[in-house]
């Protein structure tokens, strides 16, 4: 039988944690012990870090797959687990969030702060009519707002449904109508790239066919003019004029706490149902576990958009469960310079940060002096979620903007699983360059083959989970069926994520994609991200995508889209002798099989919304078919771009 996914890439870099970390982490080599001698009794023991006001009965019912339950009978509120519980501890003069807003205005918000207008905003939604188990949809920039509306949903039992403030009416009014919304929480506009963008105007285009809708809340941001209707009304003239006493009600530990649609790079959106206290469990012991938090000292900061998991568990839950201390920025990273992240980490002396690597690549290709002209010695701990990081993007992350000691935490999980499930730990791990390394404390990942067999150290395959965890998605919204056949049908009793991956010959595992982008060339399963890796381990390129084309001899033969780096020359005979030469590089790297039949150098590549490549898009380009969908693109003119301005050339052998 031939393997399932080739394993081409050979890594040989480590780096253990720096000492000074290792010595005061959170998490040891010892929690690994304890999730595998009592894998239930270790979630029992980090759902302690929450306070709940009823204990539960059992830790996990499994008595019906895959429709999991955890910590059975037990009762809490989110909300006060984030912010009251502080506040009654005495800190409710620590700062929770440093805001930065992108034109450059800026809010400092204590635990004290964000209670009161967390209740200010669960009072007033109760006035209209929000109780339990209605849903609301929250269609927000990145301001304390959000944050705000999220946790006052929270606060009453309500199902916040968050969609991202790029999303067009079309995408809003769908998932408004899925989830039946009563109330929009919007506002008149945000800010991006130094101009002001419409948020309301694009609620009003959706709330024409959303019959459900009874309320819209808008919060005014930008001062823009706006229409107003009769379901309108200003978060200051209401939420901020309710009384700010608030008494949270402990709910269900089942209770729904959100519905948050993933974003589409592969098929119709789906609603990701997740619920209380598992949820939170995992949320804020992961944060604590890989990110070594201490909240007393650390400047914790991530990235993210909060119309993302990654804002919802290491934006709002997570960090304000552990009482951190976090930055909040609204914008982009380029406005009004391509320094304005190195100017948040240096003002604010930021120790945690957790990005994507489609950041990092773009800062790759902005070149390292950017950085270089600010003070980033507070960091000591780097991130990295979204897609695979290239071993050189890694190595740039740790050398250029970690000061070539803070441990990188490659940190793998999805909408789905709720919460990181695969990531070194920064006091443990000897971490290597582009791997997620080893399943968290309590999570039991594997690869397997087609049959569900698990590989070999040296193999590759199919990323599975083998046992429910306590932060995993409980179904698709209104759609049990979908949920089964979706993630739990393609191997008996695991749950199937829809990436490849390896593990390599000391057991570690390496992300290698989807397995949908898989190339199929002469026989040989050759992951996108290998190649991609290859690419970007050249000093001339600074990010790749890659895809597999139709050949009539290979069945595909790989194709890549290159983005060099900022000061590489790419005019007439230079660039084809780059790409002559990038295509002997990944031959000479990963082997002859892996050689890209074409390469073309490109200047931006199709992203989603969240900064992942969309490789379809690629496909289409790479086979000269006509675009497929493009509403999900980042930039839609992109791909005008690729198809004009490419240097291309076809190989001859
Ligand atoms: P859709 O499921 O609608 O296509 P999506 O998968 O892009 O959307 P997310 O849940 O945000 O939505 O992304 C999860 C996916 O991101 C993972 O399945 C994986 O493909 C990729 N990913 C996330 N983190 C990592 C990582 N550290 N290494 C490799 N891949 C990652
Ligand atoms: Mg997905």
């Known amino acids: 039988m031939s393997e399932t996914l080739a394993n081409l890439l050979k890594e040989t870099r480590t780096f253990p944690p720096p000492a000074a970390i290792a010595a005061a982490a959170n998490v040891t080599d010892a929690a690994y012990q304890e999730a595998a001698d009592d894998r239930l009794a270790f979630w029992e023991t980090q759902a302690r870090r929450l306070e709940w006001t009823k204990p539960w009965d059992q830790v996990l019912d499994w008595s019906n797959p895959p429709f999991a339950k955890w910590f059975v009978g037990g009762e809490l509120n989110v909300a006060w687990n984030c912010l009251d519980r502080h506040v009654a501890a005495g800190n409710g003069g620590k700062v929770a969030i440093h805001w930065e807003g992108e034109p450059g205005d800026t809010r400092t918000i204590t635990y004290d702060d964000l209670l009161?207008?967390?209740?200010?905003?669960?009072?007033?939604?109760?006035?209209?009519?929000?109780?339990?188990?209605?849903?609301?949809?929250?269609?927000?920039?990145?301001?304390?707002?959000?944050?705000?509306?999220?946790?006052?949903?929270?606060?009453?039992?309500?199902?916040?449904?968050?969609?991202?403030?790029?999303?067009?009416?079309?995408?809003?009014?769908?998932?408004?109508?899925?989830?039946?919304?009563?109330?929009?929480?919007?506002?008149?506009?945000?800010?991006?790239?130094?101009?002001?963008?419409g948020l309301k105007s694009i609620v009003d285009e959706a709330l024409q066919s959303t019959p459900s809708v009874e309320h819209v809340l808008v919060v005014r941001r930008t001062g823009q003019d706006v229409a107003w209707g009769e379901k309108d009304l200003w978060w200051h003239e209401t939420v901020e004029q309710a009384s700010t006493e608030h008494e949270a009600q402990a709910f269900d530990a089942e209770h729904p706490l959100f519905i948050l649609y993933t974003s589409g790079t592969t098929a119709k959106p789906k609603g990701i149902l997740h619920t209380s206290g598992g949820y939170l469990t995992q949320a804020a012991y992961t944060h604590h576990a890989v990110f070594d938090l201490k909240p007393e000292t650390d400047v914790y900061w991530c990235t993210a958009d909060i119309g993302w998991v990654t804002g919802h568990s290491y934006i709002v839950y997570g960090p304000l469960a552990n009482g951190a201390t976090q930055v909040m920025y609204e914008g982009t990273p380029d406005t009004p310079s391509k320094s304005r992240f190195w100017e948040i980490v240096d003002r604010y002396k930021v120790s945690i940060l957790y990005t994507a690597p489609t950041l990092i690549r773009t800062m790759m290709k902005w070149g390292a002096d950017i950085p270089a002209g600010f003070d980033l010695s507070s960091l000591r701990i780097l991130g990295s979620v979204g897609e695979p990081i290239n071993p050189e993007a890694w190595m740039w992350y740790r050398e250029t903007i970690g000061h070539n000691n803070t441990p990188v935490v490659d940190t793998w999980w999805q909408t789905e699983t709720g919460a990181i499930m695969i990531s070194p730990l920064p006091g443990v791990t000897a971490a290597k360059p582009g791997s997620a390394m080893t399943p968290l404390p309590g999570i039991v990942a594997d690869v397997v083959d087609d049959q569900g067999k698990s590989v070999p150290d040296g193999g590759g395959g199919y990323l599975v989970l083998r046992e429910p965890w306590p932060s995993m998605l409980r179904t698709i919204w209104g759609d049990d069926n979908r949920f089964v056949e979706t993630y739990w049908s393609r191997f008996d009793g695991m749950y199937f994520a829809g990436d490849g991956a390896k593990k390599d010959d000391d057991g570690h595992i390496w992300l290698l994609g989807r397995v949908d982008d898989v190339m199929l060339v002469s026989g040989h399963n050759i992951s996108t991200t290998e190649v991609e890796s290859a690419l970007v381990s050249h000093p001339s390129v600074a990010e790749a995508a890659v895809v597999g084309a139709t050949d009539p001899t290979t069945g595909q033969a790989i194709v890549a889209f290159t983005i060099p780096r900022g000061n590489v020359d790419t005019a007439g005979d230079a660039g084809e002798a780059l790409i002559q030469e990038l295509r002997n590089h990944v031959a000479k790297t990963l082997g002859p099989i892996a050689k890209p039949r074409q390469i073309m150098l490109v200047a931006e590549l199709p992203k989603t919304r969240s900064g992942k490549i969309m490789r379809r898009l690629l496909r289409d380009v790479a086979e000269h078919r006509s675009l497929g969908d493009v509403t999900t693109l980042q930039d839609s003119t992109v791909m005008d771009l690729i198809a004009n301005g490419m240097k291309d050339s076809k190989s001859d052998d």
């Open 116 to 197: 009161k207008s967390v209740s200010q905003a669960a009072n007033y939604l109760t006035g209209l009519g929000v109780v339990a188990g209605d849903r609301v949809a929250i269609y927000l920039p990145m301001i304390p707002e959000a944050a705000v509306a999220m946790l006052a949903c929270a606060r009453l039992g309500a199902t916040h449904s968050v969609v991202f403030g790029g999303f067009s009416a079309d995408s809003l009014s769908n998932r408004i109508n899925d989830a039946t919304a009563k109330v929009v929480i919007t506002a008149d506009g945000g800010y991006r790239r130094g101009k002001p963008s």
